[in-house]
């Protein structure tokens, strides 16, 4: 059996023995008899048991596979309205396999740092680079496009100069750190003339891709009517050129393409029911060391006495709120 404690063990150490020199103190004075034990017995056990889920017990079991603590990752994610077209599986918006695809990177880079921008009208840094997965689960989660009536045109490479900004900074304060990117995006520009290059240094770009989304028979949108709210019922109209019906979003891979070649990274088309392993085969940068590198599993056990100490305090409640219940009667004999 092996310990992980929450708390460094000089932190640990001193708490016990504070712990087993009040419990001592506490049992030399309790009153003698079976009312006295069961009262001293009581809070030692809680002690004892809670202290014990600190030291985080645990045994050795399976396997996990080694972290890649020396990456820092950044997804830059299309966020403008021709996200949500329903040509990702079966009629699904394209964003489902945004999140899906941006959680399943994050599941095979455990360890990495993660920072996340989103662009439509303009580039927003949602998230800055942290190791804490559970966020960007629930920034995933939470993405959704842009409100239908701020979408005036966007460019695919808006985000640009923001992301320039973010891999200097990146390469500034840990050069020893690789710095991938992931765009996310389908490639369609709606602001009425040509993207303006990505302008992205590459020394400062280790590896990542492109990742496209849609078909080129395209897909409807549905209106976003605010930020609180999710998709409507009605689709974006077409008003352009005097035309009229269900505007109709279709992704552009060549743009794709253009945009990867100035990354440095390769381009993957995905849809939906597509693997993991290729997207992140054809992602990584010959710079990276592959490894198969296995680390020792643990299998943590802090539950069990948490979960005692637990049953054991509310035994204890219970028992005094019995108690209390009995002293009520008393109460009101004795008042005049």
């Known amino acids: 059996m092996t310990f992980q404690p929450i708390w460094p063990w000089w932190v640990m150490v001193p708490v016990i023995l504070a712990a087993v020199v009040v419990l001592a103190w506490t049992a030399v004075r309790s009153r003698p008899g079976r009312a006295g034990l069961r009262g001293a017995l009581l809070p030692a056990g809680l002690v004892v048991l809670l202290l014990l889920a600190a030291l985080r017990p645990g045994v050795p079991g399976g396997s996990v596979r080694a972290a890649a603590t020396d ?37 095979e880079l455990a360890g990495a740092r993660f920072s996340m921008i989103t662009f439509d009208s303009r580039a927003v840094v949602r998230m800055p680079l942290t190791t804490d997965a559970s966020a960007l689960d629930t920034l995933t989660g939470v993405l959704e496009p842009q409100v239908t009536v701020y979408s005036t045109g966007s460019s695919v490479t808006v985000a640009r100069t923001l992301l320039n900004e973010r891999l200097q900074a990146a390469r500034d304060s840990h050069p020893e750190r690789a710095r991938i990117v992931y765009y996310l995006g389908d490639g369609e520009q709606t602001s009425g003339k040509a993207p303006e290059p990505m302008r992205v240094d590459a020394s400062l770009v280790n590896g990542g891709a492109v990742l496209g989304y849609g078909t080129a028979e395209g897909g409807r949108m549905k209106e976003k009517a605010n930020y609180s709210s999710t998709a409507g019922t009605d689709y974006i109209q077409d008003r352009s050129g005097g035309s009229s019906g269900d505007a109709v979003s279709r992704i552009d891979e060549d743009m794709l393409r253009g945009i990867a070649a100035q990354l440095g990274v390769p381009y993957v088309h995905r849809a939906a029911g597509d693997a993991v392993a290729p997207m992140m085969q054809a ?21 069990a006495p948490a979960l005692a100490a637990f049953v054991l305090a509310l035994w204890e409640s219970l028992r005094v709120l019995r108690q209390l219940r009995q002293l009520r009667p008393a109460e009101k004999e004795v008042r005049p």
């Open 71 to 107: 990456l820092n990752v950044f997804f830059v994610v299309d966020t403008t309205s021709s996200i949500a077209a329903e040509d990702y599986g079966n009629g699904s918006p394209r964003l489902d396999g945004v999140r899906k695809d941006i959680m399943a990177i994050a599941g």
């Open 283 to 303: 992602a990584r940068p010959g710079a990276l060391k592959e490894t198969s590198e296995s680390l020792e599993g643990r299998v943590e056990l802090y539950w």
